[in-house]
């Protein structure tokens, strides 16, 4: 019932920069978190980025300094600044929504189609 469209990606330069976009619609009463995951070549996925319904952010160690989760209530929209970018940032990237569609329903995770960053030079 939640759609999630991803923007963003693509190929950059070491030290470079890229900001991904995640939009969400459809039935949404409240969203509890919204967030980043990614997942590179023959590895699994692993947790990037989180911000809560708070503004309250949580990052993985492995981005922390160089990447910032932030989002637009207006829009349905959280938004990922990556900064002096990595090879081993290199990886599909995976918007995540976790949000109610009423008040009695419970909560639901919404995951986004991806969207490919490469690093490199």
């Known amino acids: 019932q939640v759609q999630l469209v991803e923007s963003g990606g693509g190929l950059v330069q070491p030290g470079g920069s890229l900001r991904l976009s995640c939009a969400a619609s459809g039935r949404i009463f409240s969203i509890n978190t919204m967030g980043w995951y990614r997942q590179a070549p023959g590895k699994q996925r692993e947790f990037v980025a989180l911000?809560?319904?708070?503004?309250?952010?949580n990052y993985a160690d492995s981005v922390k300094g160089r990447f910032t989760i932030s989002r637009d209530n207006a829009k349905n929209t959280v938004y990922l600044q990556m900064n002096s970018l990595k090879p081993e940032d290199t990886a599909v990237y995976y918007c995540n929504v976790n949000s109610r569609s009423s008040t009695w329903a419970r909560p639901y995770d919404y995951w986004g189609q991806g969207t490919q960053v490469t690093v490199s030079s």
């Open positions: 911000i809560t319904s708070g503004d309250i952010t």
